[in-house]
């Protein structure tokens, strides 16, 4: 990522709307874009279908906007790409706490196919306010800048990916867990629901993985979490307490 000063000296004022499903972000970028910043923080929205992106962009004609979300989806894929297509120079810059394999190979052509002035963060990549605005900065000069952590993603391919693919999200939640090593007990208190229902999705996740020639029936768990963790490390970035 390019030094946040030489960016900075490099353009105007730089003008930035923010789209935030959650609150307490929309107060953090709030409080690190303060008038003296090199990025003015128009207004802030919270994240919602009833307020279309467009029609913020319209009526706001921000430089770039800031969309940040719980779980990224193909819907907002979609939704980002006729925003581009429609609104000329706008830098978008993408901030999400998750994300399913399922979204993976519609996020990799997504990304391929942006000309410029596009970034990508997972919300726990983003820990120094300089690297939030240069992130910003970067986007508004014409450059793409993708987490490392999202391009680990978007480069496997391999029967993990496959199989893992094929999970429900709760499946992927209940997966998250037993990478983190709870038990069936625990991760029944973290999702309430009761054991029973545990046990019942941890069956299916070993179903589907079986497919994956290196999964031991000897171990599941273990293989399970090996499976998880040879994806990303972390397929889902948001703790889940």
């Given amino acids: 990522m390019p030094d946040s000063n030489?960016?900075?000296?490099?353009?105007?004022?730089?003008?930035?709307?923010?789209?935030?499903?959650?609150?307490?972000?929309?107060?953090?970028y709030e409080a690190i874009c303060p008038s003296a910043s090199p990025i003015e923080l128009r207004e802030s929205f919270p994240y919602s279908a009833k307020k279309t992106l467009d029609?913020?962009?319209?009526?706001?004609?921000?430089?770039?906007?800031l969309i940040g979300v719980n779980h990224l989806s193909a819907e907002l894929l979609n939704e980002v790409t006729q925003l581009q297509n429609d609104s000329g120079n706008l830098g978008v810059v993408l901030i999400a706490?998750?994300?399913?394999?399922?979204?993976?190979?519609?996020?990799?052509?997504?990304?391929?196919?942006?000309?410029?002035?596009?970034?990508?963060?997972?919300?726990?990549?983003?820990?120094?306010?300089?690297?939030?605005?240069?992130m910003i900065s970067s986007v508004q000069a014409g450059q793409i800048v993708i987490d490392p952590a999202l391009g680990a993603l978007m480069d496997k391919d391999n029967?993990?990916?496959?199989?893992?693919?094929?999970?429900?999200?709760?499946e992927i939640e209940v997966?998250?867990?037993?990478?983190?090593?709870?038990?069936n007990e625990a991760i029944s208190v973290s999702?309430?629901?009761?054991?029973?229902?545990?046990?019942?999705h941890i069956n299916n996740i070993y179903g589907k993985l079986k497919t994956n020639s290196t999964f031991d029936d000897r171990h599941p768990r273990v293989s399970a979490t090996n499976a998880y963790h040879q994806l990303t490390g972390q397929l889902i970035?948001?703790?889940?307490g």
Avoid at 55 to 65: E, H, K, Q
Avoid at 159 to 170: A, F, K, Y
Avoid at 191 to 200: A, E, S
Avoid at 237 to 240: P, S
């Fill in 6 to 28: 030489r960016v900075f000296g490099s353009v105007d004022k730089i003008t930035l709307i923010v789209v935030e499903e959650q609150e307490i972000y929309r107060k953090l």
């Fill in 55 to 65: 029609s913020i962009v319209a009526r706001t004609a921000p430089d770039v906007i």
């Fill in 97 to 134: 706490s998750s994300l399913t394999s399922g979204v993976i190979p519609i996020l990799n052509k997504f990304v391929a196919s942006r000309k410029a002035r596009f970034g990508f963060l997972f919300r726990k990549s983003l820990t120094h306010t300089d690297q939030f605005r240069t």
């Fill in 159 to 170: 029967e993990d990916v496959t199989s893992i693919s094929g999970l429900t999200p709760r």
């Fill in 175 to 183: 997966l998250n867990l037993i990478a983190r090593g709870r038990t």
């Fill in 191 to 200: 999702l309430f629901i009761d054991v029973k229902t545990v046990r019942h």
């Fill in 237 to 240: 970035f948001e703790d889940l």
